[in-house]
């Protein structure tokens, strides 16, 4: 028998006896009465004085007497009068509208059918162990020199992390079963006002049963991310966005990565990038309707601008790269990243993506995510089927997935951009991960693994254009992202579209990056003109530039030209810095009508410089730039800023 024992006044103050009925309770320094109560027993109370002291208890049980006890025969009619049983159910109904779950803010748990809605374990090492690591090792001169990416991260590495760090991450590795990602977290990279992404290393780790090994990589990953800090594309970023190097503070986040092992390789089904506003809608689609853009694999293939499957949340099963075979197979994704298990495949690498594999179409029908998200090309039938029977090449269409809705992958999307809009009062990004290669009877899983804020903190005030010429512009676009009007830019700085080769992207960024440096030292902001995706990962897609290599450019336009048709960069990091720094974005396609780039006009002119690939001109006063993004409008043309 267990007994409750409690002051009378102050019920929170007390204990239970245990099975032989001893109990211990703390003494009040002006004493009290204790009750001493149980079910079948009367209750009892004692005063007790201040101090220690013994009370012995003795409970008397409760012994209730029936007067009379009444057997009936059968059953009687039943009665709603009186019984409150009734009553209760009857408020419970009067109530119903008010506790449905599908009007109240953010109840989400079991909300989707076999899916588990979730953020993946996660460790932070704080912003001191980086303060600590960069005084211990004597690393301060790097912030005042000029090194190569290559010598500051080999001074880095030869390194030491503090002691306490190093045991701590020791205790953490005996809990790991996955691979890890190690990414930053950086004060300025985070900050909720000038937010940006991609500009610090990401580096991932197998997962290996030796622990020494296990943390040797995890120590040279954490040395790698801090190290990217004072990479040339970070210290370039940092100087156009207003920000002092010096003033950094890293810290790392460790988290397990999404996905499963097959043949060596670790990837999850599909990654991506979703934002809560579309700037660049197609047909019904709406800017506060959002935009996604997934890939099979690794999301690293996103957010470095490779080559993904844009779609509208709300209208999944629009997809514009899908819509017809042709731009099926001329679109869609065509190759998927995907981590080596090989833990000597991670070497010392200013490249986050040097132990990552890349798997071409003809490869990946081995593997069991193909299931999830491929279709077939039929090519005796000229089709895209998506009958798990056929055979043939693999499309990554995802049309298991937008189309017949295997995975709510559209539904989840849509509503964590709602929250995450709501909750953080702006639109936002978020980064994550789906995994369906689970075991049967296991439920899939959509990791959240990143969410930020899309800031536009310049002045974004919408013009009349109505009163505006088009017909005096040398730059004119209706797929326009911006912050309103600039006053002070004099150059344009563009890609010259006869010497243009899609194999050439690479020899573009090198010559930009000798310019752009040559307008930093004079402190000139440019206008930048190019085809294809500025930023990309992959050189055929557009110039792989990093921020070094076009610091000093305030809006940049993407010029289609034909034969060299790209969708624009939304959903890559280089598209969120460029909407946080409050760069001016066009996207322009002047062969198909979609907007205006006069080159012959600027050809005419005489160039400032006319070098293989680019050339750039200066203009006497400065040029009228309005970027509006409000009516999705840009323009550029000589004249005053009016």
Known sequence: MYISVYYQDKRDMGTVTNIDGEYKLDARRNGGTLVFSSIGYVTKTVKVGSGNQ?????LSPDDVMLTEVVVKPQKEKYSRKNNPAVEFMKKVIEHKKAQVLEVNDYYQYDKYENVRIMIPRSVVIATEYFDDFIRHNGLKYIISQDFSDEEILSEFVSSVLPFRLREALKSYIRTVRTPLAIRSSSKLEDSHYQPFAGIYSTYMIPYVDNEDQMLRLLLKAVKSVYASVYFAASRAYIQSSQNLISEEKMA??????????????????????????????????????????????????????????????????KVLQTSTPELALRDTQNEVLALSLRPEEFRTSIDDAVNLHRLSLTEIGRFRNSKYVCSVWDRENERISDSPFDQGRKVITFNNILKYNTFPLAEIISDILTMGAEEMRCP???????????????????NLLQIRPIIDNQDNRSIDWNEVDASRALIYGEQALGIGQMTDIADIIYVKSEAFDSLSTEKIAEELLTLNNRMRDQGRPYILVGPGRWGSSDPFLGVPVKWNHISEARVIVECGIEKFDVEPSQGTHFFQNVTSLGVGYLTINPFRGDGLFREKELDARQALYDGTYLRQVRFDSPLWVCIDGRSNKGMVREGKND
């Open 54 to 58: 013994t009370v012995n208890v003795k």
């Open 252 to 317: 790392v986040i460790i988290q397990e990565v999404c996905g499963t092992e097959q043949d060596g390789l670790y990837f999850p089904t599909c990654s991506g990038v979703a934002r809560s506003i579309n700037y660049y809608p197609i047909g019904d689609e709406r800017p506060e309707d959002g935009v996604c853009n997934i890939a099979m694999g690794l999301g690293k293939l996103v957010v470095d601008g490779g080559r993904t499957l844009r779609f509208s949340p709300r209208y999944p099963q």
């Open 428 to 446: 936002v990004e978020v980064e994550f991960a789906v995994n369906m290669d689970v075991a049967p009877g296991q439920r899939q899983v959509f």
